[in-house]
């Protein structure tokens, strides 16, 4: 099951390394903020392997991102573990600019963490009536 989060990196760990039986292996941590209801959330993410690192080293504390990844569990002596693993992780920026318009009429496409925006219809100006026919309207009233 894939999820998405939009969000702004709050921190980012060091890079963790280590050799296993299967090789050479490198991880990083990095804290996410979001918006959940009114109050902002942080959530603890991280990525596996050299080439999710590199992509990593892209982004900086303070940039605006959509967090594509994934949720596991597992146990280890009775007590149970959950991984945050993200597997793509892209400007907010760059995707902004990209998206095609979409939504319900008189909305535009959503801005920020996913907060749509009224958009604004010019006025009407005099020459859109028709004066000429006020008096053959078909209303019953």
């Known amino acids: 099951m894939a999820l998405e989060l939009e969000g702004k ?12 039986a299967r090789g050479p292996w490198s991880k990083q941590e990095f804290v996410i903020e979001y918006q959940e209801g009114n109050y902002p959330t942080q959530v603890c993410m991280n990525v596996w ?10 982004f900086n504390a303070g940039d605006s991102v959509k967090v594509s990844f994934n949720l596991s569990s597992r146990e280890f002596k009775e007590r149970w573990y959950t991984d945050v693993r993200a597997w793509r992780i892209e400007p907010l920026a760059a995707q902004a600019a990209q998206a095609p318009a979409y939504g319900a009429p008189g909305f535009a496409t959503p801005t920020g963490a996913g907060i749509s925006q009224p958009s604004q219809a010019p006025a009407p100006a005099p020459t859109d009536f ?12």
């Open 130 to 141: 028709d004066a000429a026919g006020a008096d053959t309207d078909d209303l019953p009233f």
């Open 9 to 20: 990196i709050i921190s980012k760990l060091p890079v963790q390394t280590g050799t296993s």
């Open 49 to 58: 392997g050299e080439d999710k690192v590199k992509d990593l080293e892209r």
